[in-house]
């Protein structure tokens, strides 16, 4: 009876500790899911469970179906970053693709300065951190893990439960210094705030 006594703290210690471990790991990357565009970390998290047969790839179709959405879903967050908003005249929301001019197209801006939208340092940066950021969310997924490489679970398992708040940290204060001004396609929405920060800069 004392034996079973003292084992049970010990195992609830351990049983803590784990709990402890993943608390972190899923908090770090909820972090991350915070830098990316919303429409794409979506998709990819409601698609990659069913391609991959919930990290079942029985097939080679699910591997090469899961590689292609993380190809597709990494572009678009490149993509992303270089697309805002604004409101013009009519009072409609525009979207469109900054470019070393302004934003493109151009048409229905009104009396909406256009050129204050130009490509930015920080956008190409934002653009390469999304990127770093969105590889580590689905390339260490659970589903993606145990469909490519499996024994990464098990084998790397400090890695793969610290990995995502250490970006998540180096991500989060690369955006403080280069600031995400832009509301575009999959970010919320905000269009006064948008043309505002745009002006300033």
Not at 118 to 130: M, Q, T
Request: charged share 10%; proline share 4%.
């Amino acid at each position: 009876m004392g034996a079973l006594s003292s084992s049970s703290p010990s195992k609830s210690k351990k049983s803590t500790n784990n709990k402890g471990v993943k608390d972190i790991a899923l908090t770090g990357v909820g972090n991350l899911i915070k830098l990316l565009p919303t429409g794409t970390v979506f998709l990819f998290q409601f698609l990659n469970p069913v391609l991959t047969n919930n990290g079942h790839c029985n097939t080679s179709v699910n591997k090469y179906l899961s590689a292609t959405l993380i190809a597709i879903s990494a572009f678009s967050c490149c993509f992303a970053s270089f697309t805002d908003s604004y409101t013009s005249s009519d009072g409609q929301t525009h979207y469109g693709i900054a470019t070393t001019k302004g934003l493109w197209p151009s048409t229905s801006s009104g009396s909406v300065d256009l050129s204050a939208y130009k490509l930015r340092v920080g956008d190409f940066v934002h653009a390469f951190f999304s990127l770093i950021v969105f590889a580590v969310v689905s390339l260490l997924d659970s589903n993606t893990v145990r469909c490519f490489y499996p024994t990464f679970e098990s084998t790397e398992r400090v890695l793969h439960m610290v990995l995502p708040p250490v970006i998540g940290t180096i991500a989060g204060t690369v955006f403080v210094v280069f600031p995400n001004k832009r509301h575009g396609i999959g970010y919320p929405s905000s269009s006064s705030d948008s043309s505002q920060n745009s002006e300033e800069s």
